[in-house]
């Protein structure tokens, strides 16, 4: 142990932190990792449909993954150089077929069985989203609202298998599945009609979750407007929230990039610790507009780490991440946003979280205000890099130096 942690531990415990405890804590934190940074949505499905849905993942940087090897290779590249607990967020779209292709109204756990026996060997979780997009029954933006019941019973299907796969991974690998519904339904214009599609949407939604599944923790992700439906999005967060809140078992997801740019995640989370017994997230960085940019540690991903941790939602609070940048290595994308999705709640971990609250509670306001300012410059970065090589990876830029040798020696090497 290094004198210099030593001393950063000797100034959060002169304020009542226990330091070790939080290293603990951190260490024991699951963030649920999405697979799709790895190829920028792409999926292993090879049909002609580029991604859509009102998401874009922009930029050419040579490198992606192009198969399930290339997608497992790289992705066991990224969690070598992460600390503490991983989990792999799946999308349907990334079904492995080995030959026998079937639509996703057909999918079955078979064709997960790889992930499993991946997720299984590293002794990671996983988790689980059905695909709503990038699907040619998907190209008018319309899947489980659509008025067309031949194309919005396909949805359902694909809805109701999916359920089937994420429960047939929980019990594989005895461990729980969130199962994540994001649709991208919406209209480009001012619709006629905005209660019919969600009444559809509600439908579906009931014929998707009447079957009961052990292990499958569901969840539906709502969204504010992407790009071409501009106007309207039928899975709206009023819509989502009266839905769950009227389902028991059903949680709402939040992606903080999908809200109004002045209203934040980490307000809402508390809100809905006040009903809900989880509360899934996306955590991404919206940039203007839900433009999905890797997540830097930065103010609220800090407030939203202190929303989870002082309010003892470490369990309940489950941390998935939504980012795709095709712009940068892409290896390294997953690396830095999870990094700094672990340094914030650690951050959070170091606060005095108890002498903040009664400072509130009794009023002392300058105080309050005197202390968190103060604590923005205790000496965080000592901790982490202490727990860092806790966990057997770079503590520093280093880490760095082997992403650089991976693109060298494998990724440029893709065609
Ligand atoms: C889209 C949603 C959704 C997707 C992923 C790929 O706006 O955030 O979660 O990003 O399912
Ligand atoms: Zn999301």
Redesign the pocket.
Do not use: A, P, V, Y
């Given at each position: 142990m290094s004198t210099r942690f030593e001393q950063a531990k000797q100034r959060y415990s002169k304020l009542g932190v226990d330091v070790d405890a939080a290293l603990e804590a951190l260490a024991n934190k699951p963030i649920s990792i999405h697979c799709w940074q790895g190829d920028d949505v792409g999926g292993f499905e090879n049909t002609d449909s580029a991604l859509s849905g009102g998401i874009q993942a922009t930029g050419n940087y040579p490198g992606k993954a192009r198969n399930p090897e290339e997608l497992m290779a790289d992705f066991d590249k990224a969690i070598s150089l992460i600390p503490g607990k991983k989990r792999i967020n799946l999308h349907a779209s990334y079904a492995i077929f080995d030959g026998d292709k079937v639509d996703r109204d057909n999918l079955e756990p078979k064709h997960f069985a790889r992930w499993v026996e991946y997720a299984r060997s590293r002794g990671i979780g996983i988790d689980f989203n059905p695909t709503y997009f990038s699907h040619p029954l998907a190209s008018d933006g319309l899947t489980l609202s659509n008025p067309d019941e031949t194309i919005r019973t396909f949805w359902i299907n694909h809805g109701i298998a999916c359920r089937r796969i994420a429960a047939y991974i929980a019990k594989e690998l005895g461990c729980p599945v969130l199962n994540?519904v994001?649709i991208p339904d919406g209209y480009k214009d001012t619709p006629a009609d905005r209660l019919g599609p969600r009444l559809r949407l509600k439908d579906s939604l009931d014929r998707i979750f009447a079957e009961k599944l052990d292990g499958v923790i569901d969840c539906v992700?709502s969204k504010v407007f992407g790009i071409g439906v501009e106007s309207y999005t039928v899975g709206s967060s009023e819509f989502y929230l009266s839905y769950a809140a009227s389902r028991p078992g059903v949680y709402v997801?939040l992606?903080n990039?999908?809200y109004h740019p002045t209203e934040v995640v980490s307000d809402k989370i508390p809100s809905l610790l006040a009903f809900f017994d989880k509360v899934p997230l996306?955590v991404?960085r919206a940039v203007r507009w839900d433009s999905d940019h890797v997540v830097l540690f930065e103010d609220e991903l800090k407030e939203i780490a202190k929303e989870i941790v002082r309010n003892d939602a470490m369990d309940k609070v489950l941390i998935g991440l939504?980012f795709f940048d095709a712009s940068i290595n892409r290896v390294a994308a997953w690396i830095i946003g999870t990094r700094n999705m672990q340094k914030a709640l650690l951050y959070a971990l170091l606060q005095p979280n108890k002498k903040l609250k009664e400072l509130q509670d009794s009023g002392r306001f300058t105080e309050l205000m005197m202390l968190q300012e103060e604590l923005k410059t205790f000496p965080f970065g000592d901790i982490w890099e202490e727990y860092c090589e806790s966990q057997k990876v770079p503590s520093d830029e280093s880490w760095f130096d082997t992403v650089k040798q991976y693109e060298t020696d494998v990724l440029l090497k893709r065609g």
């Open positions: 994540n994001w992700e997801l992606d990039g999908h996306h991404t939504d």
